[in-house]
């Protein structure tokens, strides 16, 4: 009976690299952030040359996104995509806003500023709900998938 359980929990590996899904290596956090990133920029991307400001093409990217990279990323590594939805929103927006040219050049800082904080502002509702469903994620893996306890047979 040994030999078989240590055959699988060396197949699994620890329960710190286990994913949420069963039997799954874990991505490391920073993989998992970078996946969200990655996903959030196309989807701000596709919604900039589409629409001129983010839309629901971003949303769903970055909803998806935040949500995948808490239920892949190795279970000692969940802080990161836990708290990541305000972090990708706050550099993907910006970013993407500057680096697509949708703000006005020449207007001015203000100009600047508000063609920026506009879609950051607008995107709040959305960064809730991510944060709420990414936070709720990772609370229930952290009381699911506690350490095991050691059996001792007598």
């Known amino acids: 009976m040994t030999g078989t ?4 929990t060396a197949h699994r590996g620890s329960w710190a690299d ?3 899904l069963p039997d799954r290596p874990g991505m490391p956090w920073w993989a998992a ?18 629409l001129n400001r983010p839309g629901i093409i971003f949303q769903a990217c970055y909803f998806l996104g935040c949500l995948l990279a808490v239920v892949v990323v190795q279970r000692k590594g969940l802080f990161g995509p836990m708290v990541q939805p305000p ?19 020449g207007e001015g800082l203000v100009a600047t500023a508000l063609a920026v904080g506009t ?36």
């Open 87 to 105: 972090l990708v929103l706050a550099v993907t927006v910006p970013g993407v806003v500057l680096a697509a040219g949708s703000h006005p050049s």
């Open 5 to 8: 359980r240590s055959r699988s």
């Open 119 to 154: 879609p950051l502002i607008d995107g709040f509702p959305t960064m809730a709900i991510t944060t709420g469903c990414t936070l709720v994620i990772g609370l229930l893996r952290l009381i699911v998938q506690r350490r095991p306890t050691p059996r001792h047979d007598l």
């Open 18 to 20: 286990q994913a949420l």
């Open 33 to 50: 952030v970078l996946w969200a990133l990655g996903l959030a920029t196309a989807g701000a991307f596709a919604d900039i040359e589409r």
